[in-house]
């Protein structure tokens, strides 16, 4: 299978108060040293495979002008069936739409997170609702029909009635597809250092349940945890993370997967900058995934699909041998309604969502790799 191409485009105008990605807040004139650098790294890595999908992400990659976003592509082998692009409201104009519909840019992930102004404005965001409405109708003009919209749910002194308006909207917009996040206190945002109080866990399964009726009413599939699709327009990038396939990452802070290593790029732009101009790969760190690391992420991202995963395969792959009295915590968790196990493939219930990180410890708590065997 093609690998998955993911860029890095760390600048945005403002920091929200509650993000932890890698980010910039620097002026115009700095985006196009970056990008040369960036363009320059691709070169240095020898990485010429067709990829499958690209996904331009970050910060906010709709900041820079349509002929740096050529640049990138330009450097890397034609054939992608899916490119998509992150792009916050208020940041997006005739040219750069343009520009993206010449460029094949097929994908864009449109960062609403509410469609209140007081929700945006508490979060830090620069944008209003009217922004998202108006990019949202300016993109299906230029014909881009696979938009997804991001939503965070849970925002401090957020209200239910609201948040029940922002699905309602989801349903007159129609996009193909749907991001619903649950605010977490991130240790690198502004809120970690003080701020409003953010809710506490069990105050989300509200909003949360909402979105699963909601959507699931208005025709989307709920095909993993955060992510809701019409059919056929399920991301094909993501798909790869969750499945295991290799990605190759570019730009600062960018994370790469192959051959069962997991290496990243320097979080520094600085040194991102230094170690390009010396013609070095920016290497931040590598790691090889151990049989414990391998079998966490297939369990971690085997549940946060709808669809599961298949526990013998896993086993195989990893050369484990699933203790006897594991399957009577399987057991247990079927008759609490949280998981459901055909005796091949385990996945979680709809109850079972809202606790899938107290779960994936559950069954992988103590260690699976155990010299006992049990067969399928």
């Known amino acids: 299978m093609k690998p998955g191409v993911y860029i890095h485009i760390p600048f945005c105008e403002q920091r929200c108060y509650y993000c932890a990605f890698t980010v910039a807040v620097s002026k115009p004139d700095t985006y ?34 349509s002929p740096a976003i050529a640049a990138v592509l330009g450097a890397l082998a034609p054939g992608a069936s899916e490119i998509s692009l992150e792009a916050n409201p208020g940041t997006l104009d005739d040219a750069k739409l343009s520009g993206y519909r010449d460029l094949n840019v097929n994908r864009i992930s449109l960062g609403a997170q509410s469609f209140h102004d007081e929700d ?17 109708e300016a993109l299906r003009r230029y014909g881009f029909s696979n938009i997804n919209i991001d939503l965070i749910a849970g925002l401090p002194r ?31 945002s502004i809120w970690s250092k003080g701020g409003p109080d953010i809710m506490p866990d069990d105050a989300f399964a509200p909003f949360y349940e909402e979105a699963c009726e909601r959507l699931d009413a208005q025709g989307y599939i709920h095909y993993e945890i955060s992510n809701w699709a019409r059919p056929g327009f399920e991301c094909r990038h993501n798909l790869k993370y969750w499945t295991g396939v290799p990605y190759r990452g570019f730009g600062v802070a960018a994370h790469s997967f192959s051959a069962g290593k997991r290496f990243w790029n320097t979080a520094s732009l600085t040194e991102y900058a230094s170690q390009i101009d010396k013609a070095v790969l920016p290497t931040g760190g ?28 896993v086993a195989e792959a990893i050369g484990i041998r699933y203790p006897s009295d594991w399957f009577e915590r399987i057991t247990a968790l079927q008759d609490g309604g949280l998981v459901s196990f055909d005796g091949r493939i385990l996945k979680l219930t709809s109850a079972g969502w809202l606790v899938a990180n107290g779960i994936i410890e559950e069954l992988l708590c103590p260690t699976l790799l155990s010299t006992f065997e049990a067969t399928p």
């Open 120 to 136: 945006l404005e508490l979060a830090g965001r620069l944008h209003k609702a009217a922004d998202v409405f108006k990019d949202f």
């Open 158 to 188: 957020q209200r239910i009635e609201l948040w029940r308006e922002n699905l309602e909207i989801i349903g007159r917009l129609q996009p193909e597809h749907v991001s619903i996040y649950m605010l977490e206190l991130e240790e690198r």
């Open 286 to 313: 590598s790691e090889e995934l151990t049989p414990q690391m391998r079998l966490e992420e297939a369990f971690l991202l085997g549940l946060r699909r709808m669809a599961g995963f298949d526990i013998w395969t």
């Open 32 to 65: 196009a040293a970056y990008i040369r650098r960036l363009v320059r790294e691709i070169e240095l890595s020898g990485f010429k495979e067709s990829p499958g999908t690209i996904f331009f992400g970050g910060g906010t990659p709709s900041i820079v002008e």
